[in-house]
T-cell receptor, first 113, second 113 residues
Framework: AQTIHQWPVAEIKAVGSPLSLGCTIK??????LYWYWQATGGTLQQLFY??????VESVVQLNLSASRPKDDQFILSTEKLLLSHSGFYLC????????????FGSGTRLTVL | GEQVEQRPPHLSVREGDSAVITCTYT??????FFWYKQEPGASLQLLMK?????EINEGQGFTVLLNKKDKRLSLNLTAAHPGDSAAYFC????????????FGLGTTLQVQP
């Protein structure tokens, strides 16, 4: 069975500080990976997706970057946090075929002060 | 490009009542859709994946109807109970790029005992 693990569960960070959020998928080789952001009470905004190691496509950057250093790992980061980065960050995976279903991780709640 | 409109943004019903959430989309070539449920503070859980070939899709305690002519997707909870209280999101892939998913703005459903 596939498992998706996100870390950390929650972060409180200062404006201007760096950030790194991680996501690991186990039990599925070469998945598509995604980062989504959700403002409090809002909808989901797709940020990035990756279909293979080392390759990341940006959908909406929001002064964030993403990397896929390993087949099962997806990292979201920034060197300088903004207040507007606060929210809920969700990693998701899907199979690499058409009509893929997205399965979400448990998310990281980020508060920027 | 594809646009998704979800209504209503908030819905309050009594236990045992039905609840209907509707999404309209713009791309007539859309051929599959999703409904996700998000309980407070939690991640997204897939409720149902629907293909355009099926107009009526039965789930456990709910039905998803697809009206291709009107480009409308509806989630019907037949006899709501307090455990159904959550945010519900429809999602539609961008035609030609199934790695991009557009989410509706969400509906917060409250079921009162």
């Amino acid at each position: 069975a596939q498992t998706i693990h996100q870390w950390p569960v929650a972060e409180i960070k200062a404006v201007g500080s760096p950030l790194s959020l991680g996501c690991t998928i186990k039990g599925k080789s070469s998945p598509n990976l995604y980062w989504y952001w959700q403002a409090t009470g809002g909808t989901l905004q797709q940020l990035f997706y990756s279909i293979t190691v080392g390759q990341v496509e940006s959908v909406v950057q929001l002064n964030l970057s993403a990397s896929r250093p390993k087949d099962d790992q997806f990292i979201l980061s920034t060197e300088k946090l903004l207040l507007s980065h606060s929210g809920f960050y969700l990693c998701a995976w899907s199979l690499r075929v058409g009509a893929e279903t997205l399965y979400f991780g448990s998310g990281t709640r980020l508060t920027v002060l | 490009g594809e646009q998704v409109e979800q209504r209503p943004p908030h819905l309050s019903v009594r236990e045992g009542d039905s609840a209907v959430i509707t999404c309209t989309y713009t791309d007539p070539n859309s051929y599959y859709f999703f409904w996700y449920k998000q309980e407070p503070g939690a991640s997204l859980q897939l409720l149902m994946k629907v293909f355009s070939s099926t107009e009526i899709n039965e789930g456990q305690g709910f039905t998803v109807l697809l009206n291709k002519k009107d480009k409308r997707l509806s989630l019907n909870l037949t006899a709501a109970h307090p455990g159904d209280s959550a945010a519900y999101f429809c999602a539609v892939p961008v035609t030609g790029n199934t790695r991009k998913l557009i989410f509706g703005l969400g509906t917060t459903l409250q079921v009162q005992p």
